[in-house]
């Protein structure tokens, strides 16, 4: 075993990049830390090295202390946190006493922060001027949504660091739109590791293992399966000199797992069912429109984040009351009062109300009961209809998603499971 | 500043607890390190002071380091991961010879191993009897559904190492069963620490910040802001030597908060805007509807993911497409033809439709341009058109959220806004 001092003192024994996130909140449990893994993401994707990841509170000693140790260690050192205006956001401070630097006043923040806070009618407080200090021979990262900028500085021969706020939203755009160019133009981006990431819908995480046991063993690409609420991800890695080499690799493989799952996988890298669905009917210049019980407006919800669904997406009924289902949807009371709200019958009413009423080609219809309460021995929680009524189409099924499930989660469930089968119908009918 | 040497031969310079998670999924950025988060909350529920958190990939030489380093920092290291049968489980043989301790193969654990697989219908391999060997003299935390057991075990004098699988429900169940008794009875659970969450909303944090000032100078408790999208959050932190002393100490800090930003708090700890909505319609037993433009049916979806909403939740309309708001809505044409879809008009007219179709007290209509088309240079993208109609109110207002917001960030301000002044007007109404 080496001493302390050993270990300590010998020289850059890696080089890449580490990950110091800093804010107390995080010490404390009170947040996730999503920004690390974000960041590593991009990492891999770059082909940057990543090595480790550290986490320290809003405290000067000990911060000051793991910025020194990964300057000893590291080429890169990506910061998060600690960038705001209130007394707590010590990075750029503690990063420039490290180093024995001063801080100056940088102009051009200033008058950006001016612009910004004006543009909301608001004034330059003293407390925000804190954010236009960086230390001296600094290069800024522009923060297009919020007002702190971040740093690229390298206080020694090589070893560069990048600061980068706390807010997710803000990072990822900073990060997209100026640390990528910096990063690659400076040669940090090397042998590069490609993902691409399968998602599949209708299947559990153990039948798909099932039908691919020998793609699971394979080294380079290789290939690993993730499960969340109501899909499995499969991911394909490879290493490689450049995307041509990464991509050639995992080609092959993609292929063969589409051959042995069918139509189950909907989308790539980070498409969406939503967007899937969206683009379907795009092509085939179809409209939609969705009537909503359990599910309280979150498949129109979905259906609306996606840029362009304006031209496909009439809108919908979120019949969450029983008087609705009759008024608007004009689902005939004795339906309900025969077959309950959670019905085929009632679903099918429902589909056909809102397709009639809104002149749309399909329309998605759900009734369920998300819990806690109001489940009975024949209608637990859980239980789910669900209609879809396309031009051709007219389909209704019921699932059980299982009444010791959350609320949230059968709400989750039932969105993907009813926009899967949309994608399955609307495929079909082609 | 100190030199490397320096930092590095310091003796420890602050007692508690690390977090050492290992595995080279996270920094690979494949998964989010949720078990960090847990541990770091249980630790604050013990009252054992933490200070760093840090993850290392599967190689033996950065782990052994990151170990040793460690052990001079801190009295408790916690690691995840690393401990099942396949040949990347390398922690308890790179624990025990950072210290130079021979691993002992224990007759216990492959017993309990043998037990467990037979169970199942399998025998013992050889790959699995690895999770037999611990450090000489360690002692054994075992595990209650997987197979790998971690292990407790000081190498030396004022320093513990606990290991943890990576699997979160065996690490929770085995911290739950065996670790917390085990850190309590050996005096390490001291003062303890609580937090409280205020969350506010209508106003920007540097603006909250420089109400505060007095505040986040103080120490005993302590006071921090954090901003996310349409949301501010204040946590109050104190240490104590229970609840009862904490809960003291934090009482006249809110309170004081509560008065320096009227009614600008919204909630406490784990409560959304969403719930204090719909408690606020339940104690008035009043109802509501929505029609959402640009939202897509979002603000419905939020109020129906609270248990019990549909008592006052009636439903919606989804007018997505502007024929909606005409058929549907009753939104006569000339009004949208003469201001457009995005007025004051047209969503005072979207709420008095919804208002009087669905025979509820209280209405809420929203039509806005999320982007990132459809802006022009007098309604530019981030233009948002609200109304709120009650018993006694009648309120309208635009929100210009800015053209470079995302359009998931324009539709998540515009649920939170609209929300929030839902919020106001029915406690202004009491």
Same mark, same amino acid.
């Given at each position: ?22 804010? /107390? ?45 990964? !300057?000893?260690? !590291? ?44 543009? *909301? ?5 003293? !407390? ?89 063993? /394979? ?10 609420t109501g899909?499995? *991800? ?56 969705v009537a909503e019980s359990c599910t309280g407006g979150a498949i ?10 304006? *031209? ?5 009924v979120i019949a969450y009351n029983n008087s609705i289902k009759q008024r608007i949807l004009e689902v005939p009371e004795e339906i309900i009062n025969n077959h309950g709200a959670v019905s085929k019958q009632v679903v099918e009413a429902m589909a056909r109300g ?10 998605i219809s759900i009734s369920g009961i998300a819990g806690p309460t109001g489940g009975s021995k024949l209608k637990p929680v859980g239980l789910v209809n669900f209609c879809i ?6 389909i209704s099924w019921e699932e059980r998603f299982g009444s010791n499930k959350t609320r949230e989660d059968i709400q989750k469930l039932s969105v993907l499971n009813a926009?899967?089968r949309?994608?399955? !119908? ?5």
């Amino acid at each position: 075993m080496k001493t302390s001092k050993e270990l300590c003192l010998q020289n850059k024994n890696q080089s890449g990049a580490e990950i110091l996130c800093i804010g /107390s909140e995080i010490l404390l449990g009170n947040i996730v830390n999503t920004n690390s893994q974000w960041i590593a993401e991009q990492l891999a994707i770059l082909g940057i090295p990543h090595f480790r990841q550290t986490v320290i509170g809003d405290n000067p000693i000990r911060l000051k202390e793991a910025i020194f140790e990964a !300057s000893n260690r !590291s080429e890169i050192l990506i910061t998060t946190g600690g960038l705001g205006p209130t007394p707590d956001d010590i990075t750029t401070k503690v990063i420039a006493e490290t180093f024995d630097t001063p801080l100056e006043e940088r102009n051009d923040i200033l008058l950006d922060l001016k612009n910004k806070l004006r543009s *909301k009618g608001r004034n330059l407080s003293e !407390s925000q001027k804190k954010q236009s200090l960086v230390p001296k021979g600094a290069k800024i990262i522009n923060n297009y949504s919020g007002t702190a900028p971040g740093i690229i500085w390298s206080p020694k021969a090589n070893f560069t660091i990048l600061t980068f706020p706390g807010v997710p939203s803000e990072l990822k755009e900073m990060w997209v739109k100026e640390a990528v160019k910096w990063l690659t133009n400076n040669n940090f981006s090397k042998n590069i590791i490609s993902s691409k990431v399968l998602h599949f819908a209708g299947i559990n995480e153990s039948s798909l293992a099932d039908k691919i046991p020998h793609l699971l063993k /394979s080294n380079n690409p290789s290939v690993a399966t993730y499960a969340s609420t109501g899909e499995v *991800k499969v991911r394909i890695t490879a290493k490689g000199k450049n995307s041509e080499e990464t991509n050639k690799a995992i080609k092959p493989i993609e292929k063969e797992l589409n051959q042995l799952t069918g139509l189950k996988c909907f989308g790539v890298d980070h498409e969406t069912l939503e967007e899937v669905v969206v683009k379907l009917l795009l092509n085939r210049k179809e409209t939609i429109a969705v009537a909503e019980s359990c599910t309280g407006g979150a498949i129109g919800s979905k259906l609306t984040k996606i840029p362009g669904s304006s *031209k496909i997406f009439y809108g919908g009924v979120i019949a969450y009351n029983n008087s609705i289902k009759q008024r608007i949807l004009e689902v005939p009371e004795e339906i309900i009062n025969n077959h309950g709200a959670v019905s085929k019958q009632v679903v099918e009413a429902m589909a056909r109300g809102v397709q009639k009423k809104f002149q749309v080609n399909w329309a998605i219809s759900i009734s369920g009961i998300a819990g806690p309460t109001g489940g009975s021995k024949l209608k637990p929680v859980g239980l789910v209809n669900f209609c879809i009524k396309g031009p051709e189409t007219l389909i209704s099924w019921e699932e059980r998603f299982g009444s010791n499930k959350t609320r949230e989660d059968i709400q989750k469930l039932s969105v993907l499971n009813a926009l899967d089968r949309l994608r399955l !119908s609307i495929i079909m009918e082609n």
